[in-house]
């Protein structure tokens, strides 16, 4: 396992040296064609100033950028006790050091994620809808999922990789539209301020400094969505290796597959690589390149997870992914010891939940505990859902005219 981190934390610093350099000549680049062959110093300083600071607010509170951007709301165990089970259950089987913490987001699609600095200080948050659509032996895939790329470091990485994806994205829309806005006020007779021959260099600079604008993005995107899809094949070996039930997680990525739910209302662009599966609902993405996509096929992935028909190990996962995909395994070589771990048989609970008639009711439900609803539950059987902002210390049953007293908040 620790060779695994290894790798992965090898990964990632290539990943932002790579990452980093782009935004440095991005930056010099533009510089020169801005204030000449002494401006490229000058773009030098700004770029790093911009990904100096945004790094700092990553390292500080960037799990915290991200979760308010989710609109995830931290939850006690009274919310969901089956929730916080199944995380303290992952949480010692994979042997973390500290139980993270457990938020949910208030949308029916079923979809989840994890983020954090470090396995110290960890967040797992899942939709409403994910809690009401999966059973435990699904639910506990995914969270092991979750908790996978805790243990391997994903966490920071994402955190840093997005914040770095940003910095190149924010410096090169800033000069495109600053160049389109020069454009249009006639600042374009400046090129002809230092004679014909610095004029026209200037303007070899421009050129070349829009260009560099338009493919570092790009660049960047491909680099940081190919080692997001390698990570995501990681993590579905961690999770099938902690549950030791692979199926359970291919169930439940079916189900996040084929769910009919709109699309995550509160996902965006940079989000969107943190999530167990892909949360863009478009037609057109279908047809899109893996090159584009920050997930891997899931179908795919269910098709590995149920090809591990030996046992849960990453070398069980390695084969699995070797014979379904025909492709060199993405688990790194040092992570390929010998492990007997038996697939275990399916929780009978479980296997008896029967989601589809009242998973609807019991999403409304988790949105109502999520946005502080107080359950009261009349003498006469009426289970009764009192909003927050309801005034009155009582309230009367509609159908026994019982009256009820609130609990104190």
């Avoid at 930056?27 to 100096?52: H, K, Q, R």
């Avoid at 009978?348 to 998973?359: D, G, M, N, P, W």
Wanted: net charge positive; glycine share 6%; with cysteine.
């Amino acid at each position: 396992m620790w060779e695994l981190i290894r790798a992965n934390k090898r990964s990632s610093i290539v990943l932002m040296v790579v990452m980093a350099v782009v935004l440095m000549l991005l930056g010099f680049v533009i510089g020169m064609a801005f204030f000449g062959s002494e401006g490229g110093f000058f773009g030098l300083i700004i770029a790093t100033a911009i990904w100096l600071v945004l790094t700092l607010i990553s390292f500080s509170s960037g799990d915290q950028i991200l979760l308010a951007a989710s609109k995830a709301k931290l939850v006690t165990h009274d919310v969901h006790p089956q929730l916080f089970n199944i995380v303290e259950e992952m949480k010692i089987a994979a042997g973390l050091p500290a139980m993270p913490k457990i938020y949910i987001i208030n949308d029916p699609a079923p979809n989840a994620f994890a983020t954090g600095r470090s396995p110290k200080s960890a967040s797992v948050a899942v939709t409403a809808g994910l809690l009401g659509r999966l059973n435990r032996d699904e639910l506990q895939g995914v969270i092991a999922h979750e908790i996978s790329h805790i243990l391997h470091r994903d966490i920071l990485f994402i955190t840093l990789a997005g914040i770095m994806l940003g910095s190149i994205v924010l410096l090169s829309q800033v000069f495109l539209r600053g160049m389109f806005y020069s454009s249009m006020m006639g600042s374009r007779r400046r090129y002809s301020s230092g004679g014909k021959g610095g004029g026209q260099a200037q303007l070899v600079m421009m050129i070349v400094a829009i260009v560099a604008a338009i493919l570092a993005p790009i660049m960047a995107y491909l680099l940081y969505f190919a080692l997001s899809r390698r990570r995501e094949y990681l993590a579905d070996a961690g999770g099938a290796r902690l549950t030791r039930y692979p199926e359970g997680l291919a169930s439940a990525l079916e189900k996040i597959a084929n769910d009919p739910s709109p699309q995550l209302a509160s996902v965006n662009k940079v989000t969107a690589p943190m999530y167990i599966a892909n949360p863009f609902k478009k037609k057109k993405q279908r047809k899109l390149s893996d090159l584009t996509s920050t997930h891997p096929p899931i179908s795919e992935r269910v098709k590995i997870l149920r090809n591990m028909s030996q046992g849960a190990s990453f070398k069980n996962y390695s084969d699995a992914f070797t014979n379904v995909t025909h492709k060199k395994t993405v688990v790194p070589v040092a992570a390929l010891t010998k492990e007997d771990i038996a697939i275990r048989e399916a929780d009978v609970k479980a296997k008896k939940e029967q989601r589809t008639q009242t998973q609807m009711r019991q999403v409304g439900d988790i949105m109502r505990k999520v946005n502080q609803f107080i359950f009261l539950t009349c003498a006469c059987g009426l289970k009764l859902k009192i909003p927050p902002n309801f005034k009155s210390k009582k309230v009367e049953c509609p159908r026994c005219r019982k009256t009820l007293e609130l609990p104190s908040k």
